[in-house]
């Protein structure tokens, strides 16, 4: 079970791989209504069953959506190249999911009005940087009155939600240099999967998506402090990985199923060679740059914009 693979001999660098299909969702067809709420059930309901962890006044906190879409009628994950501008000091937020939904809107110009909030993904991780990052998982709707139709008592559970239009972003220049997406079928594909360490222990899959990409319309940010986001893999490939990848990761082990048997990841694609030099090509998931201080004397929680999965520590915080 890909449950077991995650906790294995870290030496063995063995996975179990994900199946071509889903019990809750298709991989290749649009999600649906239905889909969306069994979806919700099985986060719901595998939540639950993860280790509580508190808010700690001596951390600092950090959100990132995951944000499931539609795309040409393909489900999939909206993933970001970040750019130059790494942070946004002094603005706040009444909580996690709020911070991440107003970077969301900010970055790439999706108002909350749009995203369906589905549930978390866990348990929150430490990131290099030392902030503890909690996932949510939203669908994107391309309109408010779009989820107000897909989300009416009479809607239709099996058709399809509708596909959200890659041109109707807004992408806030310097901050994120590209957004593209991610499909499910591509998120499985055996030419893909490569793995890494979680923290030099469990296992997970990192995913190759360097062909996604064009460098012709992205300005490559090349920051060597990023080793826990998603950006330049091994061998100058451009790979899902780190704090983003293991969440996903874990996404997929609640939500995919999984072949019986254990298998050896088969090699990744290999990079385009313009793509070789860019050793530190930085991606993210939307949203996860905020972080949260609570006053120690009225656990009153305060958020000030950080870089969720940077090393750098800009924002003044409790010793």
Known sequence: M??????????SRVLAHPNNASPILSLNTPLTRGSILRLKDTLDKAYKEQPIIQVDARERHAAVLISLCNVEDKPGILLEVRGQLRTHAGETDQSFLAAALRETHEEVGIPPKQIEILGQVGPAELSLGGLRVWPYVGFIY????????????????DAPLPSLPMSSLKISHPEVAHAFHLPFSSMISPTRLCTHLFRGGAPYWAITVSDLVSEKNVDWANDPKSTDEVGGGRGGRLEVWGLTGWYLSLFMKWVLSVVSTPVHPASCLTPPSHLVSHAHIVLRLQGPVSTLLLDRDHLQPSFLIDDAMSNTVINKTYP
């Open 2 to 11: 890909f449950s077991r693979a995650l906790t294995t001999n870290a030496t």
């Open 142 to 157: 391309p309109s408010a009155e779009a989820r107000a139709v897909a989300t009416s008592v009479d809607a239709d559970p």
